[in-house]
């Protein structure tokens, strides 16, 4: 499945780029007024092949869950039960993807790809707009990345194949655009080993405080990353073997939704760190894949910030988040809607009879 999604991966269209831009020289504004939008919207035509792009709805938010052995670290002072309650949280409507979800009027969906603790046992919904629960379990948590490796190879291909899926069946069933949401405790600390593998940046420079741990914790959790690189010498032109080394499950499923969106042709909006960890390996599987690729917003986590600029995307909003779930994307979603609805709705110059300099 993987080799079959990369191979379906392909450049953007430079015609329906070039037509955008030509449309936007056209449209009652001045040129380039609406700065990074009408670079997002040409993006976007390329993505499609056609100018004006679809408009990137309805939305579809997945969020993908699993557990760390490398939580037995000590790298956060959360439980790792709160990952099996924070799924109940999101399928009973009570979380902050839950609300920001309702207003974009987008959809949740989450996907167990290998929480370690028993989930809720689901109940049959009685709205059909209710978040749903879809079980492609891989494992019950990796294992302890400073001990051994995460996964092994087939584990992390399988967890990228579950991506896949998840992608092509919210796009079958309508998608317009995916938005990347996680879920797992601990999964800062992978993230920031993925990151630092895929550009070559210091574990210093890649790890942040997660949760908001304390001094002595963040310090413990830079040198456990720093200690996982050096055990495991990750080759990041070797994606599967660097997310079966150092990554987790929710992250390899993530590559596998953002190659997934990418062979569709269907954007991906990325969240936080967590996104753009899994992202770095989606563009080492394929490097084409990031033309489906819009940057949400600028995790407070400074690894987002090394990731985005290797992956070189620029972030739509930066308001200080660091929540995950798929928040940050969510508050971004109006802003690439938006700057499609240019493309289709504003008047031309000679269509509306406004006069040009």
């Not at 936007?24 to 993006?43: F, I, M, N, Y």
């Not at 304390?214 to 200690?227: E, G, I, L, P, Q």
């Not at 987002?304 to 929540?323: M, S």
């Amino acid at each position: 499945m993987l080799e079959t999604t990369t191979s379906a991966i392909r450049p953007p269209d430079e015609a329906a780029m070039a037509a955008a831009r030509e449309l936007h020289g056209r449209l009652t504004k001045p040129a380039g007024s609406l700065g990074l939008l009408e670079d997002l919207s040409v993006r976007l035509a390329g993505l499609a092949g056609t100018c004006p792009p679809p408009v990137p709805e309805p939305a579809a938010v997945a969020i993908f869950a699993g557990d760390h052995g490398v939580h037995a670290q000590g790298v956060t002072p959360w439980p790792q039960e709160v990952t099996a309650q924070m799924i109940g949280n999101f399928l009973a409507g009570g979380a902050v993807v839950n609300a920001f979800a309702r207003q974009a009027g987008a959809s949740v969906t989450v996907v167990d790809v290998g929480v370690a603790h028993p989930l809720p046992a689901p109940t049959a919904p009685t709205d059909p707009a209710a978040p749903r629960l879809v079980s492609a379990s891989v494992r019950r948590g990796t294992r302890d990345l400073a001990v051994t490796a995460a996964l092994t190879r087939d584990e992390a291909l399988a967890a990228v194949a579950a991506g896949i899926r998840v992608a092509d069946e919210l796009i079958d069933a309508g998608a317009g655009i995916l938005l990347t949401g996680d879920m797992g405790i601990g999964n800062t600390t992978p993230a920031a080993a993925l990151i630092a593998a895929f550009t070559g940046a210091d574990p210093l420079d890649s790890t942040g405080r997660g949760t908001g741990v304390d001094d002595a914790t963040y310090a413990h959790k830079v040198a456990v990353v720093r200690a996982a690189l050096a055990r495991h010498t990750p080759d990041p032109a070797d994606p599967l073997g660097v997310l079966a080394a150092v990554g987790g499950l929710e992250h390899a499923a993530l590559a596998g939704l953002i190659l997934g969106a990418a062979a569709r042709r269907t954007p991906v909006l990325l969240d936080g760190v967590i996104a753009v960890s899994a992202a770095l390996a989606a563009a080492a599987f394929a490097p084409d894949a990031v033309a489906a690729m819009v940057a949400g917003h600028r995790s407070a986590e400074p690894g987002a910030t090394v990731a985005l600029r290797h992956l070189g995307l620029d972030p739509l909003i930066d308001l200080g988040l660091r929540l995950g779930e798929g928040t940050g994307a969510l508050l971004a979603l109006p802003v690439v809607t938006g700057a499609v609805r240019v493309l289709h709705e504003v008047a031309t110059f000679d269509s509306a009879g406004v006069a040009e300099k």
